[in-house]
């Protein structure tokens, strides 16, 4: 079992984060991420992207997500620290990161994780992230984006509307006509309920695989007693196809199947 160490939701102080005096660089590693998750969390779009090199591979693109994401909705974090290795001058670290991505309008509100990787590097007595990924992990929740289409299928479920699940499958997709029957008995069978984590996006604005680590649980409707508890590693190809994205495969399909794979 990994050990991590958890940055709370509430933001813990502002500003840059340059080092104290005597810290370790872990330490300030640590301080900088902080300084990240209180940007998020106070809506500092500029503050956040202080802490990356302008220089780094996709700087344009996170810029401009954070912008988007930051101008309107909060996104408070709680963040775990998976792994943190190396230098006084370079460390890679391995995060748990999860956001709720709150619109100011109120109308809103999107749970996001991701396992992300860094590289942070010190420059002139301050540390600056020179890598990061997953590079769309700050994008916006809205305007039919990946993050919109993941949890829009998982609302589906929970609710029972195999309709609107679907709907974000493209027909031809192999397997298509099992899903349909598999999540058809699946929800017969029971309440639905879903955490999906995010563990590697890759791609382009057109094309997206997603490896999710996917929990899935079935229970009762009158007792609340569980029919099944499955947790698997899913992946899952986006397409852009006009003005939305739509789930061209899912792998392994049987694993929305019912407790009994049809």
């Known amino acids: 079992m990994r050990r991590r160490s958890w940055l709370p939701i509430c ?59 930051l101008k309107e909705s909060l996104a408070p974090s709680a963040i ?83 309709a609107t699940f679907l709907a974000a499958f493209d027909k031809e997709m192999p397997g298509y006509d099992r899903l349909r029957s598999n999540v058809m008995a699946l929800l017969m069978q029971g309440n639905v309920e879903s955490f999906v984590e995010l563990v590697e996006s890759r791609g ?10 996917w929990t899935l649980s079935s229970a009762q409707p009158q007792t609340g007693i569980e029919n099944f508890r499955r947790r698997q590693r899913v992946t899952c190809q986006v397409e852009r196809q006009g003005a939305r994205w739509r789930i061209v495969a899912l792998e392994p399909i049987g694993f929305l199947a019912p407790e009994k794979p049809l």
């Open 11 to 69: 933001a813990m102080f502002l500003g840059a984060c340059l080092p104290a005096a005597g810290d370790t660089p872990a330490e300030e590693v640590h301080a900088m991420i902080e300084g990240m998750h209180t940007a998020l969390a106070d809506g500092k779009a500029d503050a956040l992207r202080a802490f990356f090199d302008p220089g780094m591979p996709g700087f344009e693109g996170l810029s401009r997500d954070i912008g988007a994401l």
């Open 80 to 162: 775990g620290f998976s792994s943190d290795t190396g230098d006084a001058r370079a460390r890679e670290l391995s995060l748990d990161w999860r956001m709720q991505i709150r619109a100011y309008s109120g109308a809103s509100s999107v749970d996001r994780a991701a396992q992300v990787k860094l590289r942070a590097e010190k420059r002139d007595g301050r540390w600056r992230i020179v890598s990061f990924a997953p590079p769309d992990f700050f994008a916006p929740a809205s305007g039919g984006a990946v993050w919109d289409l993941i949890s829009g299928s998982l609302g589906a479920l929970a609710e029972a509307s195999p």
């Open 204 to 213: 382009d604005d057109r094309r997206r695989t997603l490896e999710l680590d």
